[in-house]
């Protein structure tokens, strides 16, 4: 069981490395990153876990700030299960504690989904994660829809977003890091309410 002073894990899903920060894929770590910004932090290399980490609080200051752990596994994606298992139990984090943000193919690019559990629908970062730990964490799913054409899904969520997309990315970023902060603040209810639009 979790109470209000277990601090919350929020994993930012993505692969390491320069030729792959601005892909699909990497959704999740460009919301960690904005995330970051939020607290003042920067991202450093986790001790325990193959991962980096920033520590801090977020939400209003007073009662309502949760304590955070921001973490991008820097394993590649399909691996990311170890890492943030090594991440949970150093910072003894309870399962519905954690937050997966990751690109969804299944829903439109400019939509977000706030969900808790639930199945991986192909995604090897979500995969891995239930592998080590079960499906109870939360997500919050940041659409990239469908490729164009017969395009392979391995092409397309490892190419960058398009311009027409980009024109837009900065806000759609800067909502799903506003639905973190709802889901840890207001809960899962509240969050979806506002955000599964």
């Known amino acids: ?18 030729e792959y920060a601005a892909n699909r894929h990497n959704v999740g770590f460009m919301v960690a990153d904005l995330l ?6 920067k991202f450093k290399r986790a001790q325990k876990a193959q ?14 700030s949760r304590r955070v752990v921001l973490a991008k596994p820097m394993s590649y994606m399909n691996l990311s299960g170890g890492p943030v298992t090594a991440l949970r139990d150093f910072y003894k984090v309870p399962v519905g504690h954690i937050v997966a943000v990751h690109d969804e193919l299944d829903i439109d690019f400019g939509t977000l989904r706030v969900k808790l559990g639930g199945g991986d629908n192909g995604h090897n970062g979500l995969k891995s994660m239930t592998k080590s730990m079960g499906p109870d964490y939360h997500r919050v799913r940041f659409g990239i829809g469908r490729p164009p054409g017969r395009m392979q899904v391995a092409d397309f969520v490892l190419k960058d977003f398009s311009s027409t997309e ?10 799903a890091a ?9 809960g899962l209810e509240r969050a ?3 955000y599964n639009s």
């Open 36 to 41: 970051a910004e939020r607290i003042g932090g």
């Open 192 to 194: 979806q309410s506002m």
């Open 166 to 175: 980009r024109k837009d990315l900065a806000y759609q970023v800067d909502r």
């Open 1 to 18: 069981m979790s109470d209000a002073t277990d601090p919350w894990l929020i994993v930012g899903l993505g692969n390491p490395g320069p």
């Open 178 to 186: 506003d639905a973190v902060e709802s889901l840890i603040a207001d």
């Open 51 to 64: 991962a980096q980490v920033v520590e801090g609080r977020l939400g209003s200051p007073g009662p309502g």
